[in-house]
């Protein structure tokens, strides 16, 4: 999706390992965003970053870190993997926190076993 | 109970027909409502967006917001093969909390047939 990218597109883990997960905008919007969807869940915020410089849990935070390194990237860090956070991760932004029209990535897809 | 409730589906309907897809909330405060598309393995993608209660149309797809009976639908006319995706509901509130966070329905899984 034009404007959000996402590294890696795909990962397996084993449980306990830790990763991070990248998110870069060339879009210059203020809110950036992680969500992960699960089969018959929808999409699920973990965390959020209204600007740069800030980030506020959402709806799942546990088990996940993030942090707003720029305005330009934003990245989710699973410190130790466990099976429940099989899912895929997706990456969003919005020119403003509150403003509509939200720009996703194209996803991580994330197993862990 | 979730905030937004969204039939999953699965919908398979035939070329052409109209499409109807549904979802029903319970926080008053939803202002701002959405419908994205979601091809297989890509991310979703707004495909329409409205304020309040109403109507608002852009060629083949109709929203519809009824914040009385906090429903909203979205109905595609002469649907195409093209359709087929995941589409899902989401919602945002004026203020307070939840401010700027949107909340999705689970999604329904849409097949148009040739």
């Known amino acids: 999706n034009a404007g959000v990218t996402q590294t890696p597109k795909f990962q397996v883990l084993k449980t306990g390992q830790s990763m991070t997960l990248q998110c870069a905008q060339d879009?210059?919007?203020?809110?950036m965003y992680w969500y992960r969807q699960d089969p018959g869940m929808g999409l699920r915020l973990i965390y959020y970053?209204?600007?740069?410089?800030?980030?506020d849990k959402g709806e799942v935070p546990n088990g996940y870190n993030v942090s707003r390194l720029n305005k330009r990237e934003f990245s989710l860090r699973l410190e130790s993997a466990a099976p429940s956070q099989t899912s895929v991760y997706f990456c969003?932004?919005?020119?403003?926190?509150?403003?509509?029209?939200?720009?996703f990535g194209s996803g991580t897809r994330l197993t862990v076993v | 109970q979730k905030e937004v409730e969204q039939d999953p589906g699965p919908l398979s309907v035939p070329e052409g027909a109209i499409v109807s897809l549904n979802c029903t909330y319970s926080n008053s405060a939803f202002q701002y409502f959405m419908w994205y598309r979601q091809y297989s393995r890509k991310g979703p993608e707004l495909l329409m967006y409205?304020?309040?209660?109403g109507n608002k149309e852009d060629g083949r797809f109709t929203a519809q917001v009824d914040k009385s009976s906090k429903y909203i639908s979205l109905f595609i006319r002469d649907s195409q093969p093209s359709d087929s995706a995941t589409y899902l509901c989401a919602m945002i509130p004026a203020g307070g909390t939840s401010y700027g966070k949107l909340t999705f329905g689970q999604g329904t899984i849409l097949t148009v047939h040739p």
């Open positions: 970053s209204a600007s740069e410089g800030t980030t």
């Open positions: 879009m210059n919007h203020n809110s």
């Open positions: 969003a932004i919005s020119e403003f926190t509150g403003g509509y029209g939200y720009t």
């Open positions: 409205t304020y309040s209660s």
